[in-house]
């Protein structure tokens, strides 16, 4: 996301239109197009008026300009408003949100390394009798002999 998209974007999480925001820096409604649009930057003064006018922090803006090579830092707006909040809370808070976190994190890892090797448990409606056994297969598939063996001596009185 370049410069002048996120003044954009947060211009209008502000909710501020492009004629009050040119207004605010004292710059035509065109400059702001211009920025927006990445036809021209903002010269320093005008880029700390944004700055101070978005409530925003110079790194938001920045953060795709400026490559660090240790750690890549891609946080939309919506995950550094998260960070922000998650500041404000008090320990307790914190801690809430760190064990939700990890919990759903942990669900959601397990989802990606889920193989096809689970049998999703469905009922076939092939059979009266609902089978719950782990050879149902193999009985359903074995000879007619054998299953008429298996029902003789489940019948037989002395089993």
Do not use: W
Request: proline share 3%.
């Amino acid at each position: 996301m370049s410069i002048g998209s996120r003044i954009k974007e947060l211009r209008e999480l502000n909710g501020i239109s492009r004629n009050e925001f040119a207004s605010m820096l004292g710059v035509t409604v065109g400059a702001i197009s211009n920025y927006e649009n990445d036809v021209s930057s903002p010269k320093e003064p005008i880029l700390f008026k944004i700055i101070e006018s978005l409530n925003c922090d110079a790194n938001y803006i920045f953060q795709d300009s400026v490559k660090i090579k240790t750690q890549q830092n891609d946080v939309t707006l919506a995950e550094y408003e998260h960070i922000k909040k998650y500041r404000d809370l008090d320990d307790h808070g914190k801690e809430m949100v760190d064990f939700t976190l990890e919990k759903e994190y942990e669900r959601s890892v397990a989802e990606k390394k889920k193989t096809d090797n689970i049998v999703p448990m469905t009922v076939k409606e092939t059979s009266a009798y609902e089978v719950n056994a782990a050879h149902a297969d193999d009985y359903m598939s074995a000879p007619d002999e054998l299953k008429q063996l298996e029902e003789d001596i489940m019948d037989d009185e002395n089993f």
